[in-house]
């Protein structure tokens, strides 16, 4: 079992930057693979981007790659994701998940945060 809480999210302007934290409980989190995904108000939950277990492998989605990093420090049992240059429409509900293989899909992963809000304003 693996039980996640983010924290970190809040209200700014954009081009703004915003650090969320992912902290895991139980000690099967450095064997799964972590991703971050967020929910607009009245859109799908969608892939933000992933990191694997060891930290030596990310992928993004081409929304935020350049602007979003994700990293993770197993002996902290924490996970990171780094948002820079924030933009209006990266306003969402952010979560973190763990899985076993850390595909794309929401079903890929087995554990979920609560979400943390992250709001942009223009």
Do not use: H
Request: include cysteine; aromatic fraction near 12%.
């Amino acid at each position: 079992q693996v039980r996640l809480v983010e924290s970190g999210g809040g209200l700014l302007q954009a081009g703004g930057s915003l650090r969320l934290s992912c902290a895991a409980s139980g000690r099967a989190f450095s064997t799964y693979a972590m991703g971050w995904f967020r929910q607009a108000p009245g859109k799908e939950r969608e892939f933000v981007g992933v990191i694997s277990w060891s930290g030596g492998n990310t992928n993004y989605a081409d929304s935020v790659k350049g602007r979003f990093t994700i990293s993770r420090d197993n002996a902290k049992n924490t996970g990171y994701l780094q948002m820079n240059s924030l933009k209006p429409e990266d306003t969402a509900v952010y979560y973190c998940a763990a899985g076993p293989t850390g595909g794309l899909s929401r079903y890929d992963y087995d554990y979920w945060g609560q979400g943390t809000q992250v709001t942009v304003s223009s």
